[in-house]
């Protein structure tokens, strides 16, 4: 074993892995477009887009450029009584990009860190109203919102990653996992227990946090742009915040620019991350209302209570704004139709293999759910070995690819991936 790979396993930890037991790691020496090229000169066709984030391919020019030219201006500068033009222009482009009631954006590290930077909105906000005992949030079954305390809370107590730490986390109320199909209404049996729970505990309920249209690490799950437009309609008869989790969702994915189109709704607060950046830099945003956002400030505190250090850092806003150009530039609309288009022909015959339960495919978004959790151990390197980075997870082998990836190198990818399936578990 190499020497730089051996220190790896023993002192570098990678998401949720074991140092007494560590995965098989791959050192990667560069990346360009839709390969990931690994250090004994295997070329990988990426799957992935590094965790939804590099939606225009890696080592991008344009990208690149805009960090470089900001640089050359400043790396950092505080947030606090300070601004900066990459700052404005981001701000600008959310704003009109967002649904129209969203006004104000907060910036923040990282996608957990925007969730949090949300549930504190929310409290705050009631609080200001002089409704303090409006304190809790609810959450949804198969839900995941990141791995900070207050994201934990919200997130599967049941089937989650968190249940360790259940004991200590702020006691929050599930609702059952949206159950109607995308492209569905959504019937009175799927809302039944969400209006109850809604009823019961309202008094208490500062917001609603849900995924739009796809519940993403929980399971891959799509569901009802119906539901989504009539749990809106209950928040706002019921007085609840409405806090839209749009960091994987966000920016074209699901093939509207945020899933919550697909419903014709806006939320009361937005979290915005992964994508923003093109996979750059970790950076995210959390965008509310003016009714939000006034309800704040005009409250007891009359400031919003968070601010962290790299709260806008000039480097990542740059990376950002040049992002959002592309996006705009190259018809992100019509990449995902065609890449949904591609996965849908390939991906869906391996619903004929014995191993395989479900497929499913929406937008630059395909899932292939097996009857059994997958062994890492086993399908990571016959997925290496197939001149493909896929990164599995439960019983979910899922791609959502960079969009400018082509047909040709779409269709290696989808062919290796049932490939293996057939190697691994037979036809």
């Not at 729970?197 to 009802?224: D, T």
């Amino acid at each position: 074993m190499p020497d730089d790979i051996l220190f790896d396993q023993q002192h570098l930890w990678h998401p949720y892995s074991s140092m007494s037991r560590p995965q098989t790691v791959y050192k990667v020496q560069s990346a360009d477009g839709v390969r990931i090229t690994l250090d004994d000169g295997r070329e990988l066709i990426d799957g992935m887009a590094s965790w939804w984030s590099v939606i225009h391919g890696y080592n991008h020019p344009t990208l690149n450029a805009a960090i470089e030219n900001q640089l050359q201006q400043m790396a950092h500068v505080m947030f606090g009584g300070l601004t900066h033009q990459p700052a404005i222009d981001l701000g600008r482009q959310l704003i009109a990009l967002t649904p129209a009631p969203l006004q104000h954006v907060f910036y923040a590290d990282s996608g957990s860190v925007a969730v949090e930077v949300a549930i504190k909105m929310a409290l705050q906000y009631w609080h200001s109203q002089g409704r303090p005992e409006k304190n809790r949030l609810l959450g949804f079954m198969h839900g995941y919102h990141g791995d900070t305390f207050a994201a934990m809370s919200v997130t599967d107590p049941v089937n989650g990653m968190h249940q360790l730490f259940g004991p200590i986390l702020a006691s929050q109320v599930f609702a059952p996992a949206p159950a109607t199909a995308f492209g569905q209404p959504a019937g009175e049996a799927d809302l039944a227990d969400l209006k109850q729970l809604l009823a019961q505990h309202h008094q208490q309920l500062a917001a609603v946090i849900i995924e739009p249209i796809v519940q993403g690490a929980g399971g891959m799950r799509f569901y009802s742009a119906d539901y989504l437009r009539q749990l809106r309609q209950l928040c706002d008869d019921y007085q609840v915040l409405l806090i839209a989790d749009e960091i994987a969702t966000g920016f074209g994915r699901t093939g509207e620019l945020f899933a919550c189109n697909h419903a014709g709704i806006s939320p009361d607060i937005l979290c915005l991350g992964k994508a923003l950046t093109g996979g750059y830099l970790s950076f995210a945003a959390t965008l509310c209302s003016s009714a939000v956002a006034t309800g704040i400030s005009d409250g007891e505190a009359g400031v919003f209570m968070h601010g962290p250090t790299f709260m806008a850092n000039p480097l990542a806003c740059a990376v950002a704004n040049a992002s959002l150009d592309l996006l705009q530039q190259n018809d992100w609309r019509g990449a995902v139709q065609r890449i949904e288009a591609q996965l849908q022909q390939h991906l869906l015959p391996s619903q004929q293999l014995p191993v395989v339960a479900d497929v499913r495919v929406l937008g630059a978004i395909g899932v292939i759910e097996l009857q059994q959790p997958v062994d890492m151990a086993v399908i990571q390197p016959a997925l290496v070995d197939a001149g493909i980075w896929v990164r599995p997870f439960g019983r979910l082998v899922y791609i959502m690819p960079p969009y400018v990836i082509d047909n040709n190198d779409l269709a290696f990818l989808c062919t290796r991936i049932i490939d293996v399936l057939k190697q691994l578990y037979g036809e």
